[in-house]
Every structure is written in structure tokens, then in C-alpha cells.
């Protein structure tokens, strides 16, 4: 049986990389995998757990055919390594960071992937921004712009969401309570697949 692409999305800051970090031991233990993403930041940049390469090295993979998925936000370059096809063809769950931007794409290519929107309020969003420290307040400004621009998903609204078969998930509060209710999410999902 063919496994399943779980396709994480949220805003930058939202806090995808805490939360799989937080939710790895739990979903590693029903057999999901997560993919680690290449992205055109340098690796001592602090936050997730990426593989960086220089612009140069990302076009050679990219040409290569070595990235599942690639796209480009916030001025970088991103990709999914190809060996989740592999993963997801054994019959394994795959959870990818994915880009808002890019989910039809991801969807043209696997169909039956679960999207799971992270969402987190404006003000805890611009705390989170200014705390890591990794982008200049103009940075965070329009990283913030973005967000308002993708409210949900390419600004579709709440029925939009429903129809597409997106789930939104609050990360506003203890971190504990979001992978409670990540973890619910995937039982529920694997009840109706």
C-alpha cells in the first residue's frame, strides 16, 4: 500500500520546525518519515534541521532530478530530496515542510497528500520573527505582508480551505497542545483514507 504525503505549511515563524521536532519521536514510532529539505541558506543559520547549499549546487541538484519537489520563496530555493518516492512507494508516511505557494504543484504530483495548514496569530507571529533573529525588520515586515496575503491558502477562504481538503492547525498556544492535535489530525485522516 502506497504511503502518504503529510504536507506541512505555515507561515515563516509559525513554527513548523519546533513542531516537528516536538512530533518526530511519536509519528517515527507509527512509521512516518520526515524528509530533510535543501534550501539555499547557509546550515549554521539556526532553525530546522536543513542540508544548505550555495545557489550554484541547488540549480546542479535541481537539474540533476534529485529533489521529489522544488520552488523558491523569501529569495531561496528549496527542495524535497527524491528519495521520499522511494519512502512512500514501501508503503511509509512522509511528512515534508512544505511552501503555501506551492501546494497544487505538490498536489499535481501526489494527489492524495494531506495538507496541514500551521497558522499562529499576527502579533505571536512577529514576536517569533524578532526573536530568532535571522531577518531585518523590513525582512519580517514583508514575511508578516506575506502571511496576511496567504491568510489560508493563497487567500482562499474558510470554505475554500473545507473544499480543498486543507487542515488548519492553531499554533498560537503551548506547543505540547499543537502536536496533540497534529497527532489527532493524522489518526483521523488515516481513518477515512
Known amino acids: 500500500m502506497q504511503g502518504r504525503l503529510i504536507y506541512l505549511m505555515g507561515p515563516s515563524g ?13 509519528l517515527e514510532a507509527h512509521g512516518c518519515r520526515f524528509a530533510r529539505r535543501v534550501i539555499t541558506r547557509s546550515a549554521e543559520s ?29 529569495g531561496l530555493a528549496y527542495g524535497i530530496p527524491r528519495e521520499i518516492d522511494d519512502w512512500l512507494s ?6 515534508i515542510n512544505g511552501s503555501r505557494g506551492h501546494l ?9 497528500l494531506l495538507a496541514i495548514l500551521l497558522q499562529v496569530d499576527e502579533a505571536v507571529l512577529r514576536r517569533r520573527l524578532l526573536a530568532r533573529g535571522r531577518e531585518t525588520p523590513e525582512q519580517i515586515e514583508q514575511r508578516l505582508a506575506r502571511s ?16 480543498e ?8 498556544g503551548p506547543l ?12 483521523e485522516a488515516r481513518q477515512c483514507a
Not at 513554527?15 to 511519536?26: M, N, V, W
Not at 496575503?149 to 474558510?158: D, P
Not at 481538503?165 to 498560537?172: A, E, R
Open 14 to 26: 509559525s513554527g513548523k520546525d519546533s513542531l516537528l521536532q516536538a512530533a518526530r519521536a511519536p
Open 104 to 112: 497544487e504543484a505538490a498536489r499535481q504530483r501526489y494527489p492524495q
Open 165 to 172: 481538503h486543507i487542515c488548519v492547525l492553531d499554533n498560537s
Open 148 to 163: 496576511r496575503g496567504f491568510s489560508t491558502v493563497g487567500g482562499a477562504s474558510a470554505a475554500t480551505v473545507a473544499q
Open 176 to 187: 505540547p497542545q499543537t502536536v496533540s492535535r497534529l497527532l489527532q489530525l493524522l489518526d
Open 90 to 95: 514501501a508503503g511509509q508516511d512522509v511528512l
Open 46 to 74: 539556526v532553525g530546522e534541521d536543513a542540508l544548505g547549499v550555495t545557489p550554484a549546487e541547488f540549480e546542479r541538484l535541481e537539474g540533476e532530478g534529485a529533489f521529489a519537489l522544488s520552488w523558491r520563496a523569501n
